[in-house]
């Protein structure tokens, strides 16, 4: 299938691919929105899906949550967390994902 500026789902092999993953406070969802820059001229991004992980996930299970969405992408996203609630869930993606060196998939915090 060819890539068309239209259809972000067409993009898959395009890169870099990037999974945003907002931490949810405790009653909303947590999210995993996946996307990434086309090869087109100017450069669009796109969402190819967002999708919202099970309500109530802490630590260890909502790491696990966010590695299934990561593994549908073949663990070749560059995976973006907002820590700004919960500082502490750094050390979880570390070990649930292990270091940035050594696999595909990195780490951007903010």
Not at 55 to 67: C, D, I, N, T
Request: charged share 20%; with cysteine; aromatic share 8%.
């Amino acid at each position: 299938m060819l890539c068309h500026p239209d259809k972000p789902e067409t993009w898959l092999r395009c890169r870099p691919l990037f999974i945003a993953h907002d931490l949810a406070r405790s009653r909303d969802h947590s999210t995993a929105v996946v996307g990434g820059i086309g090869p087109f001229e100017p450069p669009l991004i796109g969402v190819v899906e967002a999708r919202e992980l099970t309500q109530g996930l802490y630590g260890h299970a909502r790491a696990s949550a966010l590695a299934e969405v990561d593994r549908l992408y073949n663990c070749n996203g560059l995976i973006i967390a907002d820590l700004s609630h919960d500082p502490s869930y750094a050390e979880v993606l570390y070990g649930t994902f292990g270091p940035p060196r050594g696999r595909t998939a990195n780490y951007a915090v903010r």
